[in-house]
């Protein structure tokens, strides 16, 4: 059964018949089996009939056309108007100051506006600021961004611009506190090294990293030598070091990856990935104890209101879910071997990847795939065929949760699949 929290954001466009036979199937299924998203359904319908029998009213009943006809200035050239321009045409010759004389003058004048124009529009930005995708501050110690191999020392309490694909490495007993665009925090503990990809994407190679990632359509992706951790909004902790990956969660969700696996953890729970494998079931942990050196990872009070104004104008929207689309797919108990994939060819764009995750009728997570452009780019016939791996049993699942989600889109509408089948 789905989980309450996909659920509550569904609800309102499941009201509004916006949803698709299988997001409607998820949904009725969850309402039956959930007292609480039920009562929460029941309560957003009867606030839906209020609003519209309170509103009712002030419904358009009439078409404005002809209000707005009416209202449109007239246009009249009076005949002698025109009679006046056509002599004027005619009797060019006539005239000192006809067109041919004068249109050298008139060139020059129109070159010297549009240049004026040119120079005045011209949009004059830093170049620093438009590659600029976040700031680090240095709270104590040593610490510094690799741009281009070069070391840039960051000053303590001194905000330090990110771009794309620069590094942030702290030495013994340093801090280093992160903002990227989007309204997402990184704290970094001493003796770590992590690699800024983008706003929404990096590679921690090192190191302990907090972090408080803020909602948007695009997920967040932590990358490391073990696995993925993969996260639309939340608060937790990941540690590396040369053979394993420790990932705490604070609030919220995250899914954590290797090769064709994922678990999902949530408040105070953690695992360990060792060798590119789980190592251990997921565990109970008193998160706010094993984070709370984050909490002294603040800068001072004025620096943090120069970090709000320097990205007044980029912080996400909150957006409860990524882009995705989510499939049901009946199997009845049957070993099957594939999941055929169905898709619209003209929705797919050169950059479009996508990562599939399956769970069972309890949504407990079964594996996971990814889907490259490259390889949907290959399949002519709209179709292509994912193998299920060979370790995976089916023999007690009725149904499979097929969710898939876009790596880099931002609209629903442009995601690509039609349908999904299971094949023996």
Excluded at 32 to 50: G, I, M, V, W
């Amino acid at each position: 059964m789905a989980r309450c929290s996909q659920i509550e954001h569904e609800l309102q466009a499941y009201l509004d018949g916006e949803l698709s036979r299988s997001k409607e199937l998820i949904v009725e299924e969850h309402l039956s089996a959930c007292a609480h998203c039920k009562r929460e359904f029941e309560h957003l319908r009867k606030s839906n009939a209020y609003l519209y029998e309170t509103l009712s009213p002030y419904k358009l009943n009439e078409s404005l056309d002809e209000h707005i006809m009416k209202k449109l200035p007239e246009i009249d050239i009076s005949y002698n108007q025109t009679h006046q321009i056509t002599l004027r045409v005619k009797h060019q010759d006539k005239n000192p100051y006809s067109f041919p004389n004068i249109f050298p003058y008139l060139a020059l004048t129109a070159m010297t506006i549009l240049g004026v124009f040119i120079f005045v529009s011209w949009p004059h930005r830093d170049i620093t600021e438009t590659q600029r995708i976040g700031v680090a501050i240095n709270i104590g110690g040593d610490s510094s961004i690799i741009e281009n191999n070069i070391n840039n020392f960051i000053k303590e309490n001194n905000i330090t611009p990110i771009k794309n694909d620069n590094y942030i490495e702290t030495q013994k007993n340093a801090l280093v506190y992160s903002y990227l665009k989007g309204n997402s925090v990184l704290k970094l503990a001493e003796s770590t090294r992590i690699r800024i990809l983008d706003e929404r994407t990096v590679n921690l190679e090192k190191g302990k990293v907090f972090f408080d990632i803020g909602k948007d359509k695009k997920v967040f992706r932590v990358n490391t030598p073990q696995g993925t951790v993969t996260v639309f909004g939340t608060r937790f902790q990941v540690e590396v070091d040369s053979s394993r990956i420790l990932t705490t969660v604070s609030k919220g969700e995250v899914t954590v990856e290797t090769i064709n696996q994922f678990v999902v953890l949530r408040e105070n729970q953690q695992i360990l990935l060792e060798n590119n494998t789980f190592a251990s079931e997921i565990n109970k942990c008193d998160s706010e104890k094993i984070t709370e050196w984050a909490n002294e990872v603040k800068p001072p009070d004025r620096i943090m209101q120069k970090v709000a104004t320097y990205f007044s104008n980029t912080n996400s929207l909150l957006i409860i879910a990524p882009v995705s689309q989510i499939f049901v797919v009946p199997i009845q108990q049957k070993e099957v071997s594939t999941l055929e994939l169905l898709w619209d060819k003209q929705k797919v764009t050169n950059n479009s990847n996508f990562t599939i995750y399956a769970s069972d009728d309890e949504l407990k997570p079964l594996f996971r795939y990814k889907l490259t452009n490259n390889i949907l780019s290959s399949s002519f016939e709209g179709k292509i065929n994912i193998p299920i791996p060979t370790d995976i049993s089916l023999r007690n699942v009725k149904l499979l949760h097929i969710e898939i989600i876009s790596d880099d889109l931002d609209d629903s509408s442009f995601m690509p699949f039609t349908k999904v089948f299971a094949k023996n």
